[in-house]
């Protein structure tokens, strides 16, 4: 018999299991303790306006450094935890550290810049998001306009009543909705009336190849368009070069985030980004 298992659908078969398989099981045994051994921490990655280099906003995204296999990028362990149900936990801590971290940073007398943080579909679909942050806001001190929720276009696929009215819970208590990886998804263009979002982050693979391929800066000229004409604010993700830079800013994106401005860093170093406010252009 024959049991499905894992986003990639590795398959195990009676008395013998594939090697990836086996590998993410031992990923999941390590993750599940990750918490508990302090081994995540957030990293964070300003968004930066291209007219004076001033930080704007940043994004909160997870590193894993596990004792005994090392770094792991949330490329590998993010489906793995939405998979196994640990990106509950792991998403709750997410929320929580994030909410302390810009309170702690406020309290210090750094400038305030809100903080996004990228939340799945499945924590959407377990129901638990609203409940989550309102409880992180609550216990941290932070206030709601500090805090922004991503998500990407799959939480408003399929039966999505409950993260509909999920969104509309964070939206009431002062919380920024931003649809990340824009235009990748499966989606219609119709959930963009009909769910409350602030924000859409033109994904990076349109960024990429926006000064070498018509189609993706049509992409992205459509985005900035639509996000204009829905009074919605827009972000490019994975900016990396001065001619991605110029050419955003000709058909109208102030803000951008990518490693032509800096890299997602370690707490430490983003206060120092908040301290000075902006980074070199
Ligand atoms: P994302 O939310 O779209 O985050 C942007 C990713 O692009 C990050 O990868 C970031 O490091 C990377 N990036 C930023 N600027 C550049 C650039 O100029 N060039 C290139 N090539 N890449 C750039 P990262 O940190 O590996 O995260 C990958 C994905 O994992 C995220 O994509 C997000 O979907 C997921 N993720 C990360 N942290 C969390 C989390 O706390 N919770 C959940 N549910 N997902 C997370
Ligand atoms: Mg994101
Ligand atoms: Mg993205
Ligand atoms: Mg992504």
Redesign the pocket.
């Known amino acids: 018999d024959m049991k499905k298992s894992g986003r990639n659908g590795f398959r195990f078969f009676k008395g013998e299991m594939n090697a990836e398989a086996l590998r993410w099981l031992a990923l999941e045994t390590r993750l599940r303790r990750a918490i508990e051994r302090g081994e995540l921490a957030?990293?964070y990655?300003p968004q930066i306006s291209r007219i004076d280099g001033s930080v704007v906003g940043m994004?909160?995204?997870?590193?894993w450094r596990s004792e005994e296999i090392g770094v792991v990028?949330?490329?590998d362990f993010?489906p793995l935890?939405?998979d196994t149900g640990l990106?509950h936990p792991?998403?709750e801590w997410?929320i929580r550290q994030a909410c302390f971290q810009n309170k702690a940073w406020q309290n210090a007398g750094l400038p305030p810049v809100k903080v996004a943080?990228?939340?799945?579909a499945?924590?959407f679909k377990a129901g638990s998001v609203s409940g989550m942050v309102a409880k992180a806001l609550l216990d941290s001190g932070l206030a709601p306009r500090y805090l922004e929720v991503?998500l990407?276009e799959s939480v408003m696929l399929g039966d999505s009543a409950a993260a509909e009215a999920q969104m509309a819970e964070l939206r009431a208590m002062g919380i920024s909705l931003s649809l990340?990886?824009f235009g990748t998804g499966y989606s219609s263009l119709g959930y963009l009336s009909r769910f409350p979002l602030d924000k859409l982050?033109i994904?990076?693979t349109f960024?990429?190849n926006i000064t070498t391929e018509q189609r993706s800066a049509a992409i992205a000229q459509a985005t900035i368009a639509l996000a204009q004409g829905l009074s919605l604010s827009v972000v490019a993700?994975?900016?990396?070069t001065t001619g991605q830079r110029d050419f955003l800013g000709l058909i109208g994106c102030d803000v951008m985030?990518?490693?032509?401005y800096s890299?997602?860093v370690p707490a430490h170093e983003m206060a120092q980004l908040l301290a000075k406010g902006r980074v070199a252009l």
């Open positions: 957030l990293h990655q994004e909160a995204l997870l590193r990028s949330p490329g993010i935890a939405e990106i792991i998403g997410v943080v990228n939340v799945s499945t924590q991503e990407t990340d990886d982050k994904d990076q960024v990429r993700e994975g900016v990396e985030q990518g490693y032509l890299r997602p």
